[in-house]
């Protein structure tokens, strides 16, 4: 019996684990068994979307429920085994990990842990900001949003209420997007000026979204200050305390909260023999996505480093989670009979970005789309993936509820 274990049921240990079973459904002597420490697969893709959403018309199972699919429901009906448990270590030697107390055998391993949130050594930033990586994070954040705004609803003279957003990249742009349509409805219900609650994003790069499209940039940062929210470039932060950021310029930003998106790192792999890592702690990989220097581990998703055949490095987003998990379920098999599948490439690099509501931007294919239609585009290929996981039919019925719950907001 050939044992294939994947650790991690994110974007890409999911993608992974359900191609493997499409490839070996009909093969009784290869075992797929899947680890995760929740039993239940998040959909970080809308954390900004629950961290806007009103609590008091939604309902918390509700948001709960919009963003967490439950493991079972995803592997009912298939040849997949699922153990809840945190991976502590790999002991390549004896091709076992440690899943609390238990051990598990393995003849291949995918470890597809994730990441954590970066904050680059910076003084502070830990300790007085906001995260945004999981459901309690994005809970956290809406409601110290509406403290703020309550601890000053009786003043006599308002005070300005004041989001900081530490970093212009995908996550920040949409969370200040979807920050700025939810202080309408807080200010609406506090009977708060809403003139006097700024949203701003402070980003170190001349551009928002760096390393992308510099006109999907540009039209990013028009439509955020149509909505208000101001934008701060070439501005990185050196330091923070309770109540100010100190950028590396020695100015200093006021803010009642603070929400970190300005980075992510690679969890932590413990193993009996370490791997191979960047300095973000990313695990390097060959170029069929193995660990380097181990043939039976395949590391996906953001703890992996992935490079195609022109060096280029996969960037740390859902999409090409998935397609790492989904090249990996076509090549693993191959590599089982000792012959040599295509090397990894992500290929292009389409995109679409959403910014406040239903207006969002995509970009690939030869297109390049603003408005109301990238958002619909958003619908569909949620769909589509959501579909991989339960059906086409349950896969429309979740978004459409999904759409329901987020869109009260908008």
């Not at 830990?126 to 956290?140: H, I, Q, T, V």
């Not at 990996?328 to 995109?351: D, E």
Request: charged letters at 25%.
């Amino acid at each position: 019996m050939t044992k294939i274990v994947v650790v991690g049921a994110g974007f890409a240990g999911l993608s992974a684990i359900l191609g493997l079973e499409k490839q070996f459904r009909d093969n009784k002597n290869v075992s797929l068994t899947l680890v995760d420490k929740h039993d239940y697969h998040l959909f970080t893709s809308n954390l900004y979307e629950v961290a806007a959403a009103d609590e008091e018309a939604t309902g918390m199972d509700q948001l709960k429920k919009s963003i967490g699919l439950p493991i079972e429901e995803i592997i009912k009906g298939k040849r997949i085994s699922f153990i809840k448990g945190e991976m502590l270590f790999v002991d390549q030697q004896q091709k076992k990990i440690k899943v609390g107390v238990r051990e598990i055998e393995y003849d291949y391993l995918i470890v597809s842990v994730g990441s954590r949130t970066e904050y680059f050594g910076i003084e502070g930033a830990e300790k007085y900001s906001l995260s945004l990586k999981s459901l309690k994070d994005a809970l956290r954040l809406r409601n110290a949003v509406e403290f703020a705004v309550q601890a000053h609803k009786n003043d006599m003279v308002k005070q300005y209420v004041r989001i900081a957003v530490a970093g212009g990249g995908y996550s920040g742009v949409e969370v200040a997007g979807e920050m700025a349509k939810l202080c309408n409805f807080i200010a609406w219900k506090n009977s708060y000026p809403r003139e006097k609650i700024e949203i701003s994003i402070i980003e170190a790069a001349n551009q928002l979204i760096p390393g992308f499209d510099k006109r999907a940039s540009d039209d990013v940062f028009q439509k955020l200050t149509e909505l208000g929210v101001r934008v701060k470039l070439i501005s990185p932060i050196f330091k923070v305390d309770q109540h100010f950021i100190e950028l590396v310029t020695k100015e200093r930003v006021a803010y009642d909260v603070l929400v970190w998106t300005a980075g992510v790192s690679a969890l932590t792999i413990s193993a009996q023999q370490p791997f191979i890592v960047d300095r973000r702690g990313h695990v390097e990989t060959d170029e069929f996505l193995r660990a380097k220097g181990s043939e039976l581990i395949f590391v996906v998703g953001d703890a992996g480093l992935a490079k195609d055949a022109q060096g280029k490095i996969s960037p740390d987003t859902a999409q090409a989670a998935v397609f790492k998990g989904k090249y990996v379920a076509k090549a693993l098999p191959v590599l089982m009979q000792n012959k040599k599948p295509a090397g990894f490439s992500f290929g292009g690099n389409p995109f679409i970005v959403s910014v406040g509501g239903k207006w969002g931007i995509f970009k690939g294919g030869g297109m390049y789309v603003t408005g109301f239609l990238p958002y619909l585009l958003r619908l569909g290929a949620n769909i589509h993936y959501y579909a991989s996981l339960i059906g086409w039919f349950k896969a429309v019925k979740y978004v459409l509820f999904q759409t329901r719950v987020y869109s009260r907001n908008d």
